[in-house]
């Protein structure tokens, strides 16, 4: 028979990291919709188009969010993940 001591520990430890990759599942989708939003923004203000608070940026603005946008859409949830593996 098991120790239920060493059960109720284990079923904590696994609901720990659960709970933990849940979070990190989380970020990682939320760094992808603000690259979203900001690629977005960024062709909004580079068209002219751009929401009141933005309105007065240049275009050339818009071009840097857009680039900015991207690279967090595509390249910081990789970096995230690699920071996050699990060493062998």
Known sequence: ???????SA??????????QAMR???????VRASGAVLVLLGV????GRA?????????????VMAAAGLLD???LPRALARRWRTPD
């Open 1 to 7: 028979m098991s120790d239920p001591a060493q059960d």
């Open 10 to 19: 284990r079923d904590q430890a696994q609901d720990q990291a659960q709970d």
């Open 24 to 30: 990190r599942f989380f970020l990682l989708q939320a």
């Open 44 to 47: 909004l203000v580079q068209t």
């Open 51 to 63: 929401p009141a608070l933005l309105e007065g940026l240049p275009p050339v603005a818009g071009i």
């Open 73 to 75: 859409f595509f390249f």
